[in-house]
């Protein structure tokens, strides 16, 4: 469960009578600093619609916020191990236990206005990834991943949950995006500025073959 006044954001994207398959990508990529150099986006969600009848999908994003540590696994998927939840402003230092193996995380005290900060304190080098809590899930849904983070060095992620849409069918959910997606994103929004509850529509244009989202409501 999430903690009281932690902010919610259902999102539904649905389709009928499509007219094609269409494969889409939802993943935090805006405004990001460092991008696809110290920080690379996580796929969050790859959600296909079929040619005809109904097709719905309904996938939550809160502000509930965690720094993880993190490992790559097959076909660059994102794995997260140990977790931290933070608050916007806060920071957090990571440090080892006597064994050498079991990171740490002190107690947040204040940071940066507006983002997530964490210190490596642990002698190593660390794969870390920021993420959100999913009410539906134990463990947090990482959406940033920081490769190699030095020891005496500083993790920062801007806490602005912009989220981009991507028609493309070659990506799958937790995937690390090692460079930009190619095509132009369909959607782009800061979700913090819709209510919590938002349904859109995809639809495709059988003339110019292009697809859009259109919010209903």
Known sequence: MSPPGTIVRNLTFQSNDLGRNV?????FDADVDGLYDTVYPVVWKVLTFHKTGLCRFDVTYTNDLAISEADIADENLVQTGAN??????QQTTLTLEDDGDTLCFSPPVDGTSGYLTAENKTGLVQDLAVGFFDPTTSSPVPTLFFKEV???SNVAAKCKPVLRVYVESDYQETEVLVDAIDSTAIWEQDLHRLFRNTTFNLGWDIFTGRCTVTKTK
């Open 23 to 27: 494969t889409i990508v939802l993943a």
């Open 84 to 89: 931290f939840r933070l608050k916007t402003g």
């Open 150 to 152: 030095e020891d005496g």
